[in-house]
């Protein structure tokens, strides 16, 4: 592999998937419910993540260490060569998605292939509306493979329609400014009214975004939609004010869009699990900013904040987040999660949720508060999951037991807990849940697909069926590609259209 692709690879994998592998015995535990389906994004640490600031420290580093890379002697010196010349690298770093669709009662699947023009294409994937799906390449550049102009690109999908290439995106969205390795697309929200004008709104994550001399402080673009969709002109950017923002911020990382003052303007609710007030001793909590819709567009910055209630380091708050009305209320619920949260401060960081009601002014505290083992990093990933028409909140713990565990949760029932998805002592490969959904697959059963970049050489997806209250043993998915590899099964979302996608960001591409 060149020297660049590889430590690009390195680089961005080690900010985001909880890579690692822990020792212990304990068979699948079988929920007292039905258990769930799933829904929502968000950022999981790196196994070696012992340093207090994983996505800045790790993520910068592709900015702040990208001249002399790019000098790589390996890297395309033609800014328009495209694959396919004979003075091509032998090698091209493109990232990829697998599409499973037209599943059978067994699990079986038909699959598509798409691969990307670089830049971790498939590292994050999302549902956008009942109409729309992205997936986001955070290090694409303008043009392709000119590793000195990556801008990220995040492509937009309709769901009606069959997928089979890259240029099937209904949009392709570039940072506004063009502006380098800022981490455009990490995260997207739902669409949205944010300017009340009666066409949806896009906010995007730029979380290594700098601020003059802080670098990764983060920002939110806000693409403004009209009769047209979305482009590049019709935009607007956010960031902390100067009372919140700091170096290493990555603000944005997370992202919901909501009504929360009911005003009709969609407000925005943006993570940083670096972000806060600088405590003594150095470090932040991690923080969530709600910034203000309006007639004129999103505010330029904060409105309030949201900070978890131990007052230490490393907790990671805002990691990630999703939104939804959980108890049937048609008022919006809030779920942040901080894969390094405390419950007390004496308690070690095992990570964790709060749990905000809609109706209730989530700035007096949250709702709930869940948290998971000691060490487990407890809530990397958060998924909406819903079965018989009954909706759950899904939590991963990629730390958990032997190789990470799916922790199921009944929001009729305050939260209740309602089982596990975990590996067999059995099971033998070495590495971690990465991310996981779920998809109905015949009147009565639902399979749990869960991927694991570290899984075998190349990553791999593991399946059980969820039946009559039972949760099978896990087994390598039916759909399974013959020879995983780039990081395959980084990301797993269902988009809502009777199809789960695969992310491999890391493949390499070879000629």
Same mark, same amino acid.
């Given at each position: 592999?060149?020297?660049?692709?590889?430590?690009?690879?390195?680089?961005?994998?080690?900010?985001? #998937? !909880?890579?690692?592998? *822990?020792?212990?015995?304990?068979?699948?535990?079988?929920?007292?419910?039905?258990?769930? !389906?799933?829904?929502?994004? +968000?950022?999981?640490p790196d196994e070696n993540d012992e340093d207090p600031n994983p996505v800045s420290d790790t993520?910068?580093?592709?900015?702040?260490?990208?001249?002399? %890379?790019?000098?790589?002697?390996?890297?395309?010196?033609?800014?328009?060569?495209?694959?396919?010349?004979?003075?091509?690298?032998?090698?091209?770093q493109t990232g990829g998605i697998y599409i499973f669709s037209d599943f059978d009662g067994s699990g079986n699947a038909q699959s598509r292939e798409i691969l990307g023009n670089g830049g971790f294409f498939? $590292?994050?994937?999302?549902?956008?509306? /009942? =109409?729309?799906? +992205?997936?986001?390449a955070i290090h694409e550049s303008i043009p392709a493979f000119d590793w000195d102009k990556a801008t990220g690109k995040l492509y937009i999908f309709e769901k009606e329609k069959k997928i089979e290439k890259l240029e099937d995106a209904a949009f392709v969205l570039n940072h506004p400014e063009k502006s380098l390795n800022v981490g455009f697309g990490y995260a997207a929200t739902e669409l949205c009214d944010i300017n009340g004008d009666g066409f949806d709104d896009l906010a995007v994550s730029s979380h290594l975004a700098p601020f003059g001399d802080l670098y990764a402080?983060?920002?939110?673009?806000?693409?403004?939609?009209?009769?047209?969709?979305?482009?590049?002109?019709?935009?607007? #950017? *956010?960031?902390? *004010?100067?009372?919140? #923002?700091?170096? +290493?911020d990555s603000?944005?990382?997370?992202?919901?869009?909501?009504?929360? /003052?009911?005003?009709? $303007?969609?407000?925005? $609710? +943006? @993570?940083?699990?670096?972000?806060?007030?600088e405590l003594n001793?150095? @470090?932040?909590?991690?923080?969530?900013?709600m910034f203000k819709g309006s007639a004129q567009g999103l505010s330029e910055h904060e409105n309030s904040v949201l900070l978890p209630d131990v007052e230490e380091k490393a907790q990671y708050f805002g990691s990630g987040m999703l939104v939804k009305d959980f108890n049937g209320d048609t008022l919006p619920d809030l779920v942040i999660a901080g894969w390094g949260l405390k419950e007390s401060g004496s308690s070690s960081n095992?990570?964790?949720?709060?749990?905000?009601?809609?109706?209730?002014?989530?700035? !007096?505290?949250? *709702?709930?508060? &869940?948290?998971?083992e000691a060490d487990s990093q407890f809530g990397s990933a958060l998924k909406i999951i819903e079965i018989g028409g009954k909706k759950y909140l899904a939590v991963l713990a990629p730390k958990d037991k032997n190789y990470g565990t799916v922790n199921f949760y009944d929001p009729a029932e305050n939260f209740a807990a309602r089982g596990r998805f975990s590996f067999p002592s059995a099971f033998a490969e070495e590495g971690n849940i990465s991310d996981f959904d779920t998809i109905k697959i015949s009147a009565d059963t639902d399979l749990i697909v869960v991927g694991g970049k570290t899984f075998?050489?190349?990553?791999?997806?593991?399946? !059980?069926? #969820?039946?009559? =209250?039972?949760?099978? %043993?896990? %087994?390598?998915?039916?759909?399974?590609?013959?020879?995983?590899?780039? @990081?395959?099964?980084?990301?797993? =979302?269902?988009? @809502?259209?009777?199809? &789960?996608?695969?992310?491999?960001?890391?493949?390499?591409?070879?000629?």
């Open positions: 592999m060149p020297a660049l692709l590889k430590t690009l690879a390195i680089m961005l994998c080690a900010v985001l #998937i !909880a890579c690692g592998g *822990s020792s212990s015995d304990e068979e699948n535990e079988i929920p007292d419910e039905n258990v769930p !389906a799933g829904d929502s994004d +968000a950022a999981t993520d910068s580093a592709v900015e702040e260490n990208d001249e002399d %890379e790019n000098s790589d002697a390996d890297s395309p010196e033609n800014d328009n060569e495209t694959p396919g010349d004979d003075s091509d690298p032998e090698e091209l498939g $590292f994050s994937i999302m549902t956008l509306s /009942d =109409k729309y799906w +992205a997936v986001s402080a983060g920002e939110i673009v806000v693409f403004y939609g009209d009769a047209s969709g979305w482009n590049e002109e019709n935009t607007s #950017i *956010s960031r902390l *004010s100067d009372k919140y #923002i700091q170096k +290493a603000i944005s990382q997370s992202l919901v869009c909501l009504d929360y /003052d009911s005003d009709g $303007f969609a407000d925005i $609710f +943006a @993570g940083g699990q670096n972000a806060g007030p001793g150095g @470090g932040s909590q991690g923080m969530v900013a095992s990570g964790g949720v709060y749990i905000y009601l809609g109706g209730e002014n989530w700035f !007096a505290g949250a *709702s709930k508060k &869940i948290f998971g075998g050489n190349g990553g791999m997806t593991y399946c !059980a069926t #969820i039946n009559n =209250k039972t949760i099978s %043993e896990p %087994e390598v998915c039916r759909f399974q590609p013959d020879s995983p590899e780039g @990081g395959f099964g980084y990301s797993v =979302k269902n988009t @809502g259209n009777g199809e &789960i996608v695969v992310g491999k960001p890391e493949y390499i591409h070879r000629f």
